[in-house]
């Protein structure tokens, strides 16, 4: 199966800060890649999908970039809403994977 | 607007099986998938399978393999996932999600919560 890293694991920002969180596939999946939001006791919310396209309703401050093995999402000012763990997942193969998760915390 | 309603709470002995049904409204249930995605106690999300209802094909994650089967049912528009052979490490919440190609996951179910305890 595909292997997703995500990095970093824990993140600490601040309200209005620029975050990025990068993504790796062990091998290339062109752009079916997929970044999903979770807050605690909730099921995960689609972001983006094709690797930069933004989900219906989806704040205009996300947003994705990349191809092949490397992928990242960017969330350009931080708002209160927006502390939660994000994941990427890879829907490219006959077999899907997530990343592990990166947890975006207050600073 | 789709929904995803999945059936409540089990708690399984080890050894057992359990059976999630997840039922869809709005939407045409035979035009998408559905996957499978668990997630243990403060852990990640762990992809495990997925259906495409028109066609009754289900695909596996390897480390599911062999425990796991999904089916749909189209006339009711419910699909079902059953993991056989339980084990303490499947105690986890498990969702039913849809897949509207181009778009994965879009759609969740609540979520099923499974316990697997002696």
């Known amino acids: 199966d595909i292997q997703m890293t995500q990095s970093p694991s824990t993140l600490s920002a601040s309200v209005g800060d620029r975050v990025t969180i990068t993504c790796r596939a062990s091998q290339s999946i062109s752009s079916w890649l997929a970044w999903y939001q979770q807050k605690p006791g909730k099921a995960p919310k689609l972001l983006i999908y094709?690797?930069?396209s933004l989900e219906s309703g989806v704040p205009s401050r996300f947003s994705g970039s990349g191809s092949g093995t490397e992928f990242t999402l960017t969330i350009s000012s931080l708002q209160p809403d927006d502390f939660a763990t994000y994941y990427c997942?890879?829907?490219?193969?006959?077999?899907?994977?997530f990343g592990q998760g990166t947890k975006v915390e207050i600073k | 607007q789709v929904q995803l309603v999945q059936s409540g709470a089990e708690v399984k002995k080890p050894g057992s099986s359990v059976k999630v049904s997840c039922k869809a409204s709005?939407?045409?249930?035979?035009?998408?998938?559905i996957s499978w995605v668990r997630q243990a106690p403060g852990q990640g999300l762990e992809w495990m399978g997925r259906i495409i209802p028109i066609l009754g094909i289900a695909n596996y994650a390897q480390k599911f393999q062999g425990r796991v089967t999904i089916t749909a049912d189209k006339s009711t528009s419910t699909a079902y996932m059953e993991l056989s052979s339980l084990r303490s490490e499947d105690t986890a919440v498990y969702y039913c999600a849809r897949e509207n190609a181009p778009t994965p996951l879009d759609y969740w179910g609540q979520g099923t919560l499974v316990t697997v305890s002696s």
């Open positions: 997942q890879q829907y490219n193969s006959y077999r899907w994977t």
């Open positions: 709005g939407g045409t249930f035979s035009s998408y998938t």
């Open positions: 094709k690797a930069s």
